[in-house]
């Protein structure tokens, strides 16, 4: 039951996520969501996964935790870090909505010319722009 000045926050998966997602992965994405209360007026990018696909891309998934208004992924510059230091870059141009209070898992996608040295996938995060040191 939700309490007073509770944000009710849902857990919204995009069309093509929704159809293809694997079961395992569904629980552990909703299991994420339960464990991180979305933080009013702050947009948070929760780290789940991360690894390398045969290409040597980083594919970084996450939750995304929106206690603002609407947000778009449209040409946003995003980064990829490691303990704090800059390790990848990149323009994502996918046309992605996430309504305010909701949180929709994402996985970005930073190819290796974006990278500033080698990618370890240990203690990451994902950061925006105005949030780059």
Request: net charge negative.
């Amino acid at each position: 039951m939700q309490q007073k000045g509770e944000i009710a926050l849902t857990l919204l998966f995009e069309e093509k996520w929704d159809k293809t997602i694997a079961p395992s992965d569904r629980k552990m994405f909703q299991s994420v969501y339960e464990q991180n209360p979305i933080q009013e007026g702050r947009l948070e990018f929760i780290p789940v996964r991360a690894a390398f696909n045969h290409q040597g891309c980083v594919l970084a998934s996450v939750c995304i935790l929106n206690g603002k208004d609407d947000w778009r992924l449209q040409n946003r510059l995003l980064y990829y870090k490691e303990q704090e230091d800059l390790v990848a870059e990149g323009r994502f141009t996918h046309d992605l909505l996430v309504p305010s209070h909701t949180a929709v898992p994402w996985t970005f996608i930073f190819h290796p010319n974006s990278f500033i040295r080698p990618p370890s996938l240990q203690h990451w995060e994902i950061s925006l722009q105005n949030d780059h040191k």
